[in-house]
């Protein structure tokens, strides 16, 4: 049974920092890619960042780069988003998806298994 769990949102202010994790089970990350997507109320998902299934490089759209970086830790099966320097910009839903084979496209529709997302706010 494939199973993604993200962890770790909560209240932050701005300009601290945040690490999101994604749990996987029912599959292995050198096999499927790991995408990273926010969803903030009134708005369409949108795609952050991703990790290759095969050499573990990591894609971040430009909007968070700099901010936002990967890592993963297969041991654990476990993908980490770090978000530093959070803007009043970034609070949603964030989730973590399930693709098989390579990381791109990074777009909702092109990940098959989804987590129940974790909810982040940035407030002062």
């Known amino acids: 049974q494939v199973q993604l769990v993200e962890s770790g949102g909560g209240l932050v202010q701005p300009g601290r920092s945040l690490r999101l994790s994604c749990a996987v089970s029912?599959?292995?990350?050198?096999?499927?890619?790991i995408g990273w997507f926010r969803q903030a109320p009134g708005k369409e998902r949108e795609a952050l960042a991703c990790?290759?299934?095969?050499?573990?490089?990591?894609y971040v759209m430009d909007f968070v780069k700099g901010r936002f970086t990967l890592s993963r830790d297969d041991a654990k099966n476990t993908v980490f988003l770090t978000m530093d320097a959070l803007e009043v910009e970034d609070p949603g839903v964030y989730y973590c998806?399930?693709?098989?084979?390579?990381?791109?496209?990074?777009?909702?529709?092109?990940?098959?298994?989804w987590g129940q997302g974790t909810q982040v706010t940035v407030s002062s």
């Open positions: 998806a399930g693709k098989y084979g390579t990381s791109w496209p990074l777009t909702p529709a092109e990940y098959n298994f």
């Open positions: 029912g599959f292995r990350l050198d096999v499927y890619a």
């Open positions: 990790i290759s299934n095969s050499d573990n490089s990591t």
